[in-house]
């Protein structure tokens, strides 16, 4: 089982979440509704055949005239990638097709940003004499001349980003799989690898083995809120005073048409045990918890492809 479900999330697929979970907050869980205790923003860079990036100028009142990436704010009952499209559009006037996710950003334990790279495939252009609540206009800049007043310089990084994946991609075109979640989590693969090959993945002893689900705090003010440190709070838990280093993300999952049911989202996230900088021919740490084990990988392509994943980073980067 544990075998399949790893071999799903290296191939971009997603597994499906039984409710059940390994770590986080004590129940009965906080629901996730979205737009009443938690934010999703979406956010797409287009690049044209001249690398120039496509652009929006605001018309809000706080800032009415500046530029931006195209983004905003998802809605109940849609998917990711719905609702990137939807605001693009209504952004620019141009339909588009994503390519992959970027990044992911985290602001915050109920404030996420997804930021994709994405072509255009339709429409036309928004113009002045189409400005509206929701944009002036839209114009392709070469990030040159003239230069444009920029509403935050957040966007920057992120442009650089996606002339980098477009010239050499980082990790495999990865869009999020349409499974429904009820909760902010995270699914773990962690990792220990040695220098002669052999690799062992943490999972849940708890059930039928599995990899480790941990739920994400919703509250500001508690402990085990955000990404990073719900992370660290299982390894709290299991594997106390080991390094342990969070690579990023194989993908995420994540449906919403059945809000306050499924307006959650699960990460299936990356993180190697152990200090990477030296190499041991030693078994993974001693765990301090029977609800979790070791699993040596010993099927030789899952052995590879992970190994290989690890080696180049190829992982879409978390920013929290």
Known sequence: MAA?????LLSGKG????????????PPLQPVRLRRNTCYVVMAVLLNEKNEVLMMQEAKAECHGMWYLPAGRMEPRETIVEAMQREVEEETGLQCQPLTLLALEERGPCWLRFVFLARPTGG?????QDADEESLQARWWDRKSPSLPLRAQDIVPLMDLALQYQANPRHPPTLPVELPCAVICQRLLAVFA????????????????????VVNGMSPSALGSGLLVAIHQLFQECLPHVPVHICGLLGLQ??????????????????????TSQCSKERPPELQSKAFRWWKVEDEDLKSRVRERLSTSSFIPVHS
């Open 124 to 128: 036309t252009l928004k113009s002045l």
């Open 254 to 275: 994540h449906l919403g048409k059945e809000p306050g049911q499924s307006d959650g989202i699960c990460f299936n996230t990356v993180v190697t045990v152990g200090d």
């Open 194 to 213: 040695d220098n002669t090959g052999a690799l062992w993945v943490l999972l849940g002893a708890v059930r039928s083995p599995h990899l480790p689900v």
């Open 4 to 8: 399949e479900e790893l071999g799903l």
């Open 15 to 26: 597994w499906p979440v039984s409710g059940e979970y390994d770590a986080g907050p004590p």
